[in-house]
């Protein structure tokens, strides 16, 4: 079994720190919502409290900025990956995961706000 650490990077494109307010929450339910870690021109990685399930397949996700008027919708999303991290900021009564997506096909104007989100929203 390979480390978490022991890993080829495979990314096309450079992964960018988000600031802190950057959020992610999937659809259609908003029932999986959490802290963007990072995020690309070909997907991102966020932080969530789980039950247990691991997450797989594709979905639509919706990116938000929280202390500004920003919200990005249906994003077509794949999982790549989703595994469970150390949690030392949460109180803890549920366990935290990081789950990693790739974009899917975008359209104009989501790759327009995307540019932007990355460009205002993350630390370079």
């Known amino acids: ?6 890993f080829t990077e495979k990314r096309k494109c450079k992964r960018f720190k988000a600031q802190q307010g950057a959020f992610a929450v999937l659809r259609p339910g908003y029932n999986m919502l959490g802290q963007i870690k990072d995020i690309g021109k070909d997907g991102l990685a966020f932080f969530y409290n789980t039950c247990g399930e691991t997450l797989a397949g594709s979905f639509e996700l919706d ?48 790759k327009l706000l995307l540019d932007f989100f990355i460009k205002k929203y993350t630390c370079k």
């Not at 079994?1 to 022991?6: A, L, Q, V, W, Y």
């Open 63 to 110: 990116i938000f900025f929280i202390e500004e008027d920003f919200y990005l919708k249906k994003i077509p999303v794949k999982t790549v990956n989703d595994y469970k991290v150390e949690n030392k900021v949460s109180l803890g009564v549920l366990p935290m995961k990081q789950l990693c997506m790739q974009f899917g096909e975008l359209n104009s104007n989501q």
């Open 1 to 6: 079994m390979t480390k978490k650490n022991d």
